[in-house]
DNA sequence: CTGCGGGCTGAACGACTGTACAGCAACAAG
DNA sequence: CTTGTTGCTGTACAGTCGTTCAGCCCGCAG
């Protein structure tokens, strides 16, 4: 009567990795409230004691997996933007090109993060993964509209402003393919984040530039 | 022994008015989370029991307060841009101010818009009342961007496009300040959605027109 | 005053939630 | 082969959840 092992051990580390896996599967699947510990658990295959075992509750599971998915998605875009190296107007446009490919517009992963979002409010930890992962978002949008500015010369370019208007403007069309697909295609997306630069090139750029016109 | 009455009737139309304001208390309270049948009826001073008499059940409840507050943000921008009547430019400037005025970007409001957004992909009656509020949004912007093109002479301008993706900056404006308040202040929101107008005009258009280049 | 329609109550139900904890068992070390 | 560590199990607990329904009782009609 040599039965099977009811269950195999694993690193910590492996075993969160897991964990957090199954986390994001079950939040793609039915949203936040479709994350039950009992929900990741089955998923994951394990017993339900194993997540208060490895994690100090529940939103500090959600937390990481937050954590995990923005890391993704950054390095995803990150990579674009290297490989189409010639200058910032050409990196902004393989951003945008990453932004809307299939990978990122899978609507389950849209609906995960949509269930992050709505869980800011709720639990600190996922407010702090939020404020860590936008932070790092604004930062890269900031560095390449720094060079923009750098490269046709503007002065007293704010890169800041800027970098917050065009992440609004991607997390509004984001936000916005996640509550209804169909609105508009990623074609019409990069058409429009395309015509945001456009338009900071052709003038629009004034009103994030101090009082002198030299921008 | 003569003791005071337990409930008071009311006409089915002013209860549920009733409790359409005290789910949007709880929602802004708690989140969506928190706006549970018997939080709701406790703030609304009613039994557990009565939702459910006048709702088929608790989404149909939740959806009708999200129609209600869609249509009295909806309300107030119409106003703001009709008593700023000169010209199209300027209507825009009063729907910039209206959207960021202290009254809509109230935490608490926008605590609830997003409980909202996050339960569209959850219950089907939430998801119907996006899209028809979000239908009616893009229809004010895009009648009135149509009105900025006829005034400035552009042809084969998309006016639909535009207002996608000028209601996508809003909301990720909208959404940024809900998740972290303190991102950006009220002025530079305007002077976010201000640049956005003038990129536009100083030709960021081109990309929302046909191929002729008479846009 | 009486009668009655229906707005309203509130206990009960079954399902589900996150967390705690006592102890089992897998697997490496000796 | 033991032995020890500790990753892991799974029941139990104390809640909360949305919904149901038999019947109470408010307030208007007559």
Redesign the interface.
Known sequence: MNQEARFSRMEPELRKANLIEATLTCLKR????GASIRKISAEAGVSVGLISHHYSGKDELVAEAYMAITGRVMTLLRDAMEQAAPNARERLSAFFRGSFSAELLDPQLI?AW??F??????AEAINKA??HS?GEYRAILRKVLMELAQEEDWENFDAD?AA??L???????W??S???PG??TPE?GI??C???V???????????CGQTSSC
Request: proline fraction near 0%.
């Open positions: 039915h949203g936040f409230q609906d949509l269930a979002w709505g869980a800011v409010k709720t939020h404020d936008y402003l917050i208007s992440s609004a403007l991607l997390d509004g069309l936000l916005e996640g509550l209804n609105t508009f019409q058409q429009i395309e015509a945001w456009d338009g900071l090139q052709a003038g629009g750029r004034q009103r994030f």
